[in-house]
């Protein structure tokens, strides 16, 4: 939106050729998204505190969660209002990709309310039925890879290329639809599982969607795609003001967020960001790195299926409890330090899927 007023401008002053540049603009979005979720913050959470709009604890859970119900929850209506409105102020609104990815965001944000408000709101503790979220889910998800299948103009877009050897390319064709749609569905639901302690799912995700950012960057750009042998995508460049925009709306919401929360992200937030991110990772065609870089996400999930498979099958439960950040909570560690402790492996891992850049 202000890129077309900037353009309209620079006819009377060359200097607002400047918000050409996608590095400020990905810049603005960071600065855009995390002002207005400071500002916002206080007041949604005395919003949320006078709707009692609060968290409801489990009983069989570790102990100290017991001090948290009540928390207000939902705010994960923060961070998307905070992305979007930074998003479109700062995006060129011409680019598909920017809407795609906001849609989808939107989308499975609009699932994760429904779910959140008839558990605190309507006090369903059943909140949405599994059965019609991972329909809903499905087909958002399955929209997505069809419109980015039917309108990927080259091959190179549907093709799954293998980080670490730049000679194996495996075309997909329809496959592509089907890959996509397991991409996104699972990001979303792996960060769903994630979200289980102050802060625990949001750095992750912040790290991992400013690492997506500069892979946007990369392959946007002929020169740097042809010199690192990654794939070429016109067009995707445009996102790193969407990465910045998440970036700065997650930190402003860590800022209340962290450990003891004022507010918690409810799925409203987790399962829209989990889908941004696997909808990125699909457009830059970085799959492979989004499950390296995601590796807490993954070990969340491989957890609860494990998990519940050792349950039905033998009886027996192979953790204390699943997901896996609450196995080292009932084993003794303090909540700071398993969150801490997630967040830099997932550093560890965001290098080495950065790594991936030059390891060809």
Known sequence: MLLLLAEY???????????????????????????LALCLGPWMIRTLQIRQIGQAVRNDGPQSHLSKSGTPTMGGALILSAIAISTLLWADLSNRYVWVVLIVTLLFGAIGWVDDYRKV????????????????????????????YMTAPTSVETTLIVPMLKDVTIPLGIGFVVLTYFVIVGSSNAVNLTDGLDGLAIMPTVMVGGALGIFCYLSGNVKFAEYLLIPYVPGSGELIVFCGALIGAGLGFLWFNTYPAQVFMGDVGALALGAALGTIAVIVRQEIVLFIMGGIFVMETLSVVIQVASFKLTGRRVFRMAPIHHHFELKGWPEPRVIVRFWIITVILVLIGLATLKLR
């Open 121 to 148: 709101i309507e006090k369903n503790s059943r909140g949405l039925p599994s059965r019609w979220k991972y329909f809903w889910q499905s087909v958002f998800g399955l929209g997505a890879a069809i419109f980015l």
């Open 9 to 35: 401008l620079q006819q009377f002053y060359k200097g607002f050729a400047v918000f050409q540049y996608l590095t400020l603009r990905g810049i603005l979005g960071v600065l855009t998204a995390l002002s």
